[in-house]
């Protein structure tokens, strides 16, 4: 049994504080907001009073927030309240160097740390089945595995800090501008009057083969569980790709790298949020394609 604290319960973190507690940890945690406590505290989280509060006998820190701005904030609010030694995890998506300077912030305290952003949604939290990317030195990756097992399926080591921020928006750069390409595929074959199902056959067994078109295919029927098929409900929301898409644009401004098709699919994302989708599922960018938002 490890005492964890959690901070920040909200789509991704209550289920993610639950399965800690399911898994035999002691977990005091702490949000902002009072529904976000009462949804955790029916899962078995202890609830303090603050952050502060919550971190003060923990011997791991967990952090679940909206964004990097959130993350500097909440862990320069707890790190004068940690006991040294105390291992602080953030598995927020922000940008790499928040996530840097966090890592600077907790050595600064006499505290090792991880930047260990998820894939797998909110149906990963719930089913502890996500995948983690972990940047951080050796010695604090061996103590924060065993955690994060309990709340993932696939946790991969990818460096020092910074490096799990780096491979998360790498990874989501590749699934914007992959989605966006197989929806181009549907919309051209819908004008020269190719069926869903027999492009899906071809191209799924063929080159252009990818996880937007297999898993997530963005036309209803071919893959029965895609969101295609209902509603294009979330999923990933659009407002989200959107948000890893620009953290990707501010990493390659950065890092002078030249990323084309990750500008334009930011651009794209951009065009279908600004239509008022960011709440429905990123595979309905199809709509955008065939000129349908909003016509
Ligand atoms: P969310 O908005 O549902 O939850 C964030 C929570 O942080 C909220 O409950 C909010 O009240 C709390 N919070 C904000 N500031 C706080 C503070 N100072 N102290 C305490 N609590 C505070 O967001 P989410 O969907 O749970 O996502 C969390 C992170 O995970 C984000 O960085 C997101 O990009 C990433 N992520 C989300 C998904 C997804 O499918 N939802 C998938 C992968 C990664």
Redesign the pocket.
Known sequence: MTRIAF???????GPMAGNLVKAGHEVTA????EA?RQAAAELGVGIAGS?KEAVSAAEIVVT????GK?VL??WGDILPAVKPGTLLIDS???DVESARKAHALAAEHGCPSLDA???G??GGAKGATLTFMVGGAEDAFDRGEPILAKMGRKIVHCGPAGNGQAAKICNNMILGISMIGVCEAFVLGEKLGLSHQALFDVASTSSGQCWSLTTYCPVPGPVPTSPANNGYKPG?ASA?ML?DLKLAQEAAQGAGASTPLGAAAAQLFGLHNGWGEGGTDFSGIIDLLRGHDKA
């Open positions: 901070i920040g319960l909200g789509n991704m973190g702490f949000d902002l907001v976000s952050a679940m927030l909206p964004a959130h904030s909440v927020s998506t922000i952003p998820v894939s949604g909110t990933f989200l948000k």
